[in-house]
DNA sequence: TTAATTATATTAACATTGTTAAATATATTA
DNA sequence: TAATATATTTAACAATGTTAATATAATTAA
């Protein structure tokens, strides 16, 4: 790697760097170019050198946070044993991640992009993201019989969906109202997805 | 009711009418003040004899779309027999308005509320509207003993949070990518979950 | 090492937003 | 008809994303 590239990778992360630490703080209406370029200890206009646009920027943030993520769920789950409780862990993990960060959920899930084409391989990175975390789980339960290998293709997307519509309802639109009643709801949905109990 | 309320209903409805236009043609994104007092016919700045804001505007169609929405429910699902398939018919239903105004979509879901206090009411009718659009066929279910009560509650939440999230990711993130695939998997989420087949 | 050239960063400017204050037109009342 | 109240519009502001023109820094050539 040339130094251009080094250089190019170096600026690129201040702005990066920047608009992250915003995300996770005062959330995604708080993103501006201007804000962000401060922050990084740039004028604006030179984000226009690194990033085609402001969406294009943001969208640089996914694939950090999906490891942070990943982290944060593996350290989550790592005592729990394989099977269905499992994924229930992973997914009450991939919850708490984003009940904890709402700006990186309306990054992932409610941002509008421009031009599909460019950002496609990031779309369909969140898309799958839960079920990457979760594949070898549901390989597992598979194996040892607790599932049915159809099955658990449509089960395994019920309980991704779902998960992602209580999301939304409660960070978007604060329902349930308490996040004791949220975090029941979640109990009783994935025990009942996951046929647990 | 006097005169001063009649006229301030009249010209309130013609920007509500303007909004709920562009809306359905343009989208969201298309919604601006001026935008919509030029079709409604009157300058931006009237707009705010009527409305406190831009949000308090937009989310005054809400309960218009609901009766349309209510109306091309009741249409699609009339001569479809009560039981586990009309619940199915009518979340079809429910995904086709959607699908047909993903403007309106946004506006349900996804569009960010200002100051939730005075917006509760709306949010809370958005929250409960599929319920209450197959609120008597779960009753239907219930008393012909083809569900449980208790089951009943949480299979209508898991319902519900999965089309909803079907539709966020179809419509807002292209997944799966086309209508084809997104109806085939709609059916067999909607069979699974209804147990039905 | 200095001059010319290239690359990078900043300032200025523009168009578009939502919103408010001042000014103007319209309707109502005395 | 004159005075007052109400309704509407124009002008203006601040904030947004983005681009063009300018200034600065780095690199290369002599």
């Excluded at 608009?19 to 995604?28: D, R, Y």
């Excluded at 969406?55 to 990943?70: A, P, S, T």
């Excluded at 994924?87 to 941002?111: H, M, R, S, T």
């Excluded at 898309?127 to 099955?151: G, H, P, Q, R, V």
């Amino acid at each position: 790697m040339g130094n251009k590239e080094i250089q190019e990778r170096r600026m690129k992360s201040y702005f990066i760097q920047a608009t992250k630490e915003i995300l996770k703080g005062e959330g995604l209406k708080c993103i501006s170019v201007r804000n962000v370029a401060e922050r990084a200890g740039y004028s604006y206009a030179t984000l226009y050198n690194y990033f085609k646009d402001v969406k294009d920027l943001i969208f640089e943030c996914v694939l950090d946070f999906q490891e942070e993520c990943e982290e944060f769920v593996k350290g989550e789950t790592e005592s729990t044993p394989s099977g269905p409780g499992k994924i229930k862990a992973i997914a009450k993990a991939y919850i708490k991640y984003f009940i904890q960060y709402p700006g990186i959920f309306e990054l992932f899930f409610l941002e509008k992009t421009n031009e599909l084409a460019h950002k496609q391989p990031t779309i369909m990175l969140i898309y799958s993201f839960l079920d990457k975390l979760s594949e070898n789980e549901w390989d597992f339960c598979i194996k040892t019989d607790s599932m049915n290998a159809e099955e658990a293709v449509i089960t395994r997307d019920t309980l991704h969906y779902t998960v992602i519509g209580m999301l939304l309802f409660y960070l978007n639109r604060r329902q349930p109202v308490t996040y004791k009643e949220f975090t029941e709801r979640v109990e009783i949905q994935l025990n009942t997805i996951l046929k647990i109990n």
